[in-house]
């Protein structure tokens, strides 16, 4: 069996083309090439993800990325079995270029389409690691404005455990480096002041720590911090990104544990972009360590969004039945889709 799928991803600022190859049996697919392009640079003179920049730049860079993904493989167009796409949620306009993209391809080709769930696309991303994971297990989904935690029985069974009631994860990241005066993308830039600074220096609150959801008021807290070092600041800014930083991994981690023992499962899978914080995986590393339950990751290449598990996750689906390609060739997006939309168990 050699049956392969490009994916297209195109949810937000970053254009993601990849191919897959369909594992044989129950063997995983495996990833044949990825090409990905972000929009960073882009995008940082106005301080965040401008839409309208972004499914710009999307048109420029997909068919290219195809090409190059294509290159890589050593395949011709033709090759190419079914074509997936990102089909929500994200930027309407953004992954409007993906899926029209997409579906132009696979009818010039004759092929079928699928429209993927872009979360799932991460949840299912550590399948694409040196070792990916066994069902089941915890998920802890750390990606943009979604920080969920669920149990996977497998492909489409998901059943979820907590999540956000405020800022998500990288959310908290990306506002408290704003009122840190730090540049866009806020995130990682927190994470990297971060390891110059004492975590131990502030003392911010653990939102909700005993609640069964995650994140809430921590910008606030911050803000506070903030306003009372004033002209202080800059000389303090390592110390309260460090301490930021702990608040919100010590929540990610505690909330985690917690799902283990309620669960009584042995394996957790983190994905996600947030999920490439150095000092969230130390601490979940050797918290689960100390447990005796294994941790899976995505490789750092693939925390942030990419075409790969876009083409993984459409592969993984079809290879158990669960979801069902045509040749209909229409397409709409949701740019609001809840992950129960697609989960039997989530909509219990």
């Given at each position: 069996?050699?049956?392969?799928?490009?994916?297209?991803?195109?949810?937000?600022?970053?254009?993601?083309?990849?191919?897959v190859?369909?594992?044989?049996g129950?063997a995983?697919?495996v990833?044949?090439a990825?090409a990905?392009?972000?929009?960073?640079?882009?995008?940082q003179a106005?301080?965040?993800?401008?839409?309208?920049?972004?499914?710009?730049?999307h048109i420029r860079r997909?068919?290219p990325?195809a090409?190059?993904?294509?290159?890589?493989?050593?395949?011709?167009?033709?090759a190419?079995?079914?074509?997936?796409?990102?089909?929500?949620?994200?930027?309407?306009?953004?992954?409007?270029?993906?899926a029209?993209?997409?579906c132009?391809?696979?009818a010039?080709?004759?092929?079928?389409?699928?429209?993927?769930?872009?979360l799932?696309g991460?949840?299912l991303?550590?399948?694409?690691s040196?070792d990916?994971?066994?069902?089941?297990?915890v998920a802890?989904?750390?990606?943009?404005?979604?920080?969920?935690?669920m149990?996977?029985?497998?492909?489409?069974?998901?059943?979820?455990?907590?999540?956000?009631?405020?800022?998500?994860?990288g959310e908290?990241?990306?506002?408290s480096?704003?009122?840190m005066?730090?540049?866009?993308?806020?995130?990682?830039?927190?994470?990297?002041?971060?390891?110059q600074?004492?975590?131990?220096?502030f003392?911010l609150p653990?939102?909700?720590l005993?609640?069964?959801?995650?994140?809430a008021?921590?910008?606030?807290?911050?803000l506070?911090?903030a306003?009372k070092?004033?002209d202080?600041?800059?000389a303090h800014?390592?110390?309260?990104?460090?301490?930021t930083?702990?608040?919100?991994?010590?929540v990610?981690?505690?909330?985690?544990?917690?799902?283990l023992?309620?669960?009584?499962?042995?394996?957790?899978v983190?994905?996600?972009?947030?999920?490439?914080n150095?000092?969230l995986?130390?601490?979940?590393?050797?918290?689960?360590?100390?447990?005796?339950?294994r941790?899976?990751?995505?490789?750092?290449?693939?925390?942030?969004?990419n075409?790969?598990?876009?083409?993984?996750?459409?592969?993984?689906r079809?290879?158990?039945?669960?979801?069902?390609p045509?040749?209909?060739?229409?397409?709409?997006?949701r740019?609001?889709?809840?992950?129960?939309?697609i989960?039997p168990?989530?909509?219990?």
């Amino acid at each position: 069996m050699n049956f392969l799928i490009l994916g297209v991803e195109s949810s937000c600022d970053e254009t993601g083309v990849a191919l897959v190859r369909q594992g044989k049996g129950a063997a995983l697919p495996v990833l044949l090439a990825h090409a990905l392009h972000s929009q960073i640079a882009m995008h940082q003179a106005y301080g965040g993800v401008v839409p309208e920049l972004a499914s710009r730049d999307h048109i420029r860079r997909v068919l290219p990325l195809a090409r190059a993904v294509l290159a890589e493989a050593a395949l011709p167009l033709n090759a190419v079995d079914l074509v997936a796409f990102t089909r929500g949620p994200g930027l309407a306009g953004a992954l409007l270029v993906g899926a029209g993209v997409a579906c132009a391809l696979a009818a010039a080709l004759n092929v079928p389409v699928l429209g993927i769930h872009h979360l799932e696309g991460h949840l299912l991303s550590p399948f694409l690691s040196a070792d990916p994971p066994e069902f089941p297990f915890v998920a802890l989904l750390v990606s943009g404005g979604h920080t969920q935690l669920m149990r996977v029985d497998g492909v489409g069974a998901y059943a979820l455990l907590g999540e956000t009631i405020d800022d998500a994860a990288g959310e908290a990241f990306d506002k408290s480096a704003k009122l840190m005066g730090l540049p866009y993308p806020g995130g990682p830039v927190l994470a990297q002041l971060a390891e110059q600074g004492d975590p131990a220096a502030f003392k911010l609150p653990r939102p909700l720590l005993h609640s069964g959801d995650l994140f809430a008021g921590l910008k606030t807290a911050v803000l506070t911090q903030a306003k009372k070092l004033g002209d202080a600041l800059p000389a303090h800014k390592a110390d309260l990104a460090a301490s930021t930083q702990a608040a919100i991994v010590e929540v990610l981690v505690k909330k985690s544990l917690k799902a283990l023992a309620q669960t009584g499962l042995r394996r957790l899978v983190v994905a996600g972009g947030v999920g490439a914080n150095r000092q969230l995986r130390a601490m979940l590393d050797a918290a689960c360590a100390e447990r005796g339950v294994r941790v899976h990751y995505p490789e750092l290449q693939l925390c942030t969004d990419n075409g790969a598990m876009i083409a993984m996750a459409a592969a993984m689906r079809v290879q158990v039945g669960v979801a069902f390609p045509d040749r209909r060739y229409e397409f709409d997006v949701r740019p609001r889709w809840p992950l129960q939309a697609i989960s039997p168990a989530l909509a219990a």
